[in-house]
């Protein structure tokens, strides 16, 4: 079995999920009472969200390069970013790490191919959802990306990097995006709706909303790290 690095604390209560549902799911695998292998450096999600939201891409990439650097270092064979943000730089990472890095952008892209959907709304920070790492991914296979508007958008960042980041989940908030989302299966006919953000499906524990699919993001990398894992 191999090591998994995580690059988790971006943000901390979506570290815990990753780390709670590989290990559930590893032993549903593997009922022999072992656990699985995995090494967590927990870094700072103020500075990741600060230099993306200033655009210093570069200075991010290398605060994340050296993140993975640890987890190389303390014997990981394998790494992901426990968050979706950091995907902005990902491409950059990939090529100058050390470990074999699984991305949540190719796995919810196929998650969301298998399901036979081509129009899908994105929600997450405003760094993922004006981003172009999801629409890029997702068009070279044939899917649209459709994020909500830009008052929405307003909303769904400043709830996420309030409220959820930070543990808090209320039920107001719960209720308006599922409002942003049935709004968004009328006027853009989207199909689908991927909780691009780690934390949303804290508060969006739900499998449908209005007859619409959420793609929970992080159990999709959860899954594809596992299948690396155990391969």
């Known amino acids: 079995m191999k090591t998994l690095g995580?690059?988790?604390?971006i943000g901390p209560e979506s570290t815990i999920d990753y780390y709670r549902?590989?290990?559930?799911?590893?032993r549903?695998?593997?009922?022999?009472?072992?656990?699985?292998?995995?090494?967590?450096?927990?870094?700072?999600?103020?500075?990741?969200?600060?230099?993306?939201?200033?655009?210093?891409?570069?200075?991010l990439t290398d605060y994340l390069l050296g993140a993975i650097q640890k987890l190389a270092a303390a014997g990981a064979d394998i790494g992901l970013l426990a968050s979706?943000?950091?995907h902005v730089v990902f491409s950059d990472l990939r090529r100058q790490?050390?470990?074999?890095?699984?991305?949540?952008?190719?796995?919810?892209?196929?998650?969301?191919?298998?399901?036979?959907?081509?129009?899908?709304?994105?929600?997450?920070?405003?760094?993922?959802?004006s981003g172009r790492f999801y629409p890029e991914e997702f068009e070279r296979n044939g899917i649209t990306v459709v994020p909500p508007s830009g008052e929405e958008q307003a909303y769904i960042h400043?709830?996420?990097?309030?409220?959820?980041?930070?543990?808090?989940?209320?039920?107001?908030?719960?209720?308006?995006?599922?409002?942003?989302?049935?709004?968004?299966?009328?006027?853009?006919?989207?199909?689908?709706?991927i909780l691009g953000g780690t934390e949303l499906p804290l508060i969006l524990r739900d499998e449908t909303v209005d007859g619409?699919?959420?793609f929970d993001t992080t159990q999709i990398h959860v899954a594809a790290a596992l299948a690396e894992m155990l391969s």
Not at 21 to 26: A, P
Not at 167 to 182: D, S, V
Request: charged residues 20%; hydrophobic residues 35%; contains cysteine.
């Open 158 to 193: 400043d709830k996420y990097v309030n409220e959820l980041v930070n543990g808090i989940f209320l039920p107001e908030t719960r209720k308006h995006l599922y409002e942003i989302i049935a709004t968004q299966k009328v006027r853009d006919h989207v199909q689908g709706v």
């Open 212 to 214: 619409i699919p959420l």
């Open 84 to 86: 979706n943000t950091p």
């Open 28 to 59: 549903a695998k593997r009922p022999d009472g072992s656990y699985p292998s995995i090494i967590i450096n927990s870094i700072d999600v103020n500075r990741v969200l600060s230099l993306a939201g200033s655009n210093e891409l570069n200075q």
């Open 97 to 129: 790490s050390k470990l074999p890095l699984i991305s949540i952008v190719e796995a919810t892209c196929q998650e969301v191919r298998n399901r036979g959907l081509n129009n899908v709304s994105l929600m997450g920070t405003r760094f993922t959802m």
């Open 21 to 26: 549902s590989i290990v559930s799911r590893y």
């Open 6 to 9: 995580i690059v988790g604390g």
